[in-house]
């Protein structure tokens, strides 16, 4: 089923038998007979040259820029920008929304059925019956165990390279190994059991490698960067390591045949609720990263606030304070809104348990607003009660028909 794919894993440790330290060594493969390789990914290792003329550049949704005042996107003059040394580059949104159409062109590919299809454990590898259905039973024993919000097996695992027990000996060329591992992922060489299940998943769904890719190159920056001058680079950072999940999903849990939006602007409200969710993770630690000297918020929207980072170090919750966080509250509700249309257009059996992750991590903003702002020495969480009460507010709205409200809905993000 799609769910052995798109679980729910939490941010806890995951167990060792992960191999997630294992991983980046040197290892044999899997037998590569049961795995074709598909012959349509572009599996270089040459990194993505952005092109400068994107006939995309001046749509509204590559280029937007947050308004604190009031707390809505506003469209950027230009999605190229200059840099210091007056060299022209792309902004981030442009960057991001170049892999959002490569994306939906290969679902474009397929067309759309009422279900999304099953990922059946059909495949028998040479030399060991039934190894693939042991490798998605195993994949379900972990997100049995660890569920809590969406995540994937195999992000869980790139994300215990930098978080995980092993962190402090991953080195950038660790990652590289990760990287090359996950391209015979792709190529349909897998190493492991939780290799195998993805590696079949990937060949059965019109998944492109690129937002893999890119959550490995979240897990780079998080080992050489713990500021972001802007919100353009902080942008780029959710995306990396939240927004690419999204990316991830859509093929996997499906588009409505009876959805009238386009597959774009389905891919864009994915991508805009990892956005939200990062945004919101960001929000609730603010005080969990400061102690490990990390601050992931916008240097200038800081400076602008009159807020250093010894303030936040510091931890005191000042009126100062208060304004800077209603600000990025406002921002990170707008991009839930954003993806709250594109929801309603998955297929039906994918709707509740997305709507249900949405409006958990929602309520994680209320929560911040009910602590009075406090991210420093107060947790934001949401109790037991209100997710069981949210639960079928979720599922009420997964009946919703997406003819009722795709275009008026999505063209207003």
Request: glycine letters at 6%; proline letters at 6%.
């Amino acid at each position: 089923m799609a769910c052995l794919l798109l679980r729910m894993i939490a941010p806890a440790d995951i167990p060792s038998g992960l191999g997630s330290a294992e991983a980046v060594r040197e290892g044999d493969h899997l037998p590569r007979k049961a795995f074709p390789p598909r012959n349509n990914r572009n599996l270089s290792r040459k990194r993505r040259r952005w092109s400068l003329r994107s006939p995309h550049a001046d749509s509204k949704y590559a280029s937007l820029r947050f308004d604190p005042e009031s707390g809505r996107n506003l469209p950027l003059v230009s999605s190229l920008l200059t840099s210091t040394a007056g060299e022209v580059a792309v902004s981030s949104e442009q960057k991001v929304y170049n892999v959002v159409l490569k994306q939906a062109a290969l679902v474009k590919q397929q067309p759309r059925s009422s279900t999304a299809p099953d990922v059946k454990p059909d495949t028998v590898i040479p030399g060991s019956v039934g190894l693939l259905k042991e490798a998605y039973d195993r994949c379900g024993e972990v997100c049995a165990e660890y569920a809590k919000t969406f995540y994937l097996v195999w992000c869980r695992r790139t994300d215990e390279l930098v978080d995980g027990p092993n962190a402090s000996q991953i080195t950038p060329t660790a990652l590289d190994r990760w990287e090359s591992r996950l391209e015979d992922v792709f190529a349909g060489r897998p190493y492991d059991m939780l290799d195998a299940a993805l590696s079949d998943t990937v060949s059965k769904y019109p998944v492109d490698i690129q937002p893999f890719r890119d959550m490995i190159e979240g897990m780079r920056m998080d080992l050489k960067k713990s500021r972001y001058k802007n919100f353009d680079e902080l942008y780029l950072y959710c995306y990396y390591v939240a927004g690419t999940v999204g990316l991830m999903s859509v093929p996997v849990m499906g588009i409505a045949p009876e959805s009238k939006a386009t597959t774009e602007s389905v891919y864009g409200a994915a991508l805009a609720l990892g956005l939200a969710n990062q945004l919101t993770n960001i929000l609730r630690d603010v005080g969990e990263d400061a102690r490990r000297g990390r601050i992931y918020l916008p240097q200038d929207e800081l400076a602008q606030a009159g807020i250093s980072d010894e303030d936040i170090f510091d931890g005191k919750v000042t009126e100062k304070w208060r304004s800077f966080m209603k600000n990025q509250i406002k921002r990170a509700r707008m991009f839930f809104q954003q993806a709250e249309a594109g929801v309603t257009e998955l297929n039906r059996a994918s709707r509740w348990p997305v709507w249900a992750s949405l409006q958990l991590y929602r309520q994680i903003l209320d929560e911040i607003e009910a602590n009075d702002y406090n991210n420093f020495t107060k947790r934001a969480y949401v109790s037991k009660a209100k997710k069981l009460l949210a639960l079928p507010v979720a599922y009420r709205r997964s009946l919703i028909s997406p003819s009722s409200l795709s275009q008026s809905s999505l063209a207003k993000t």
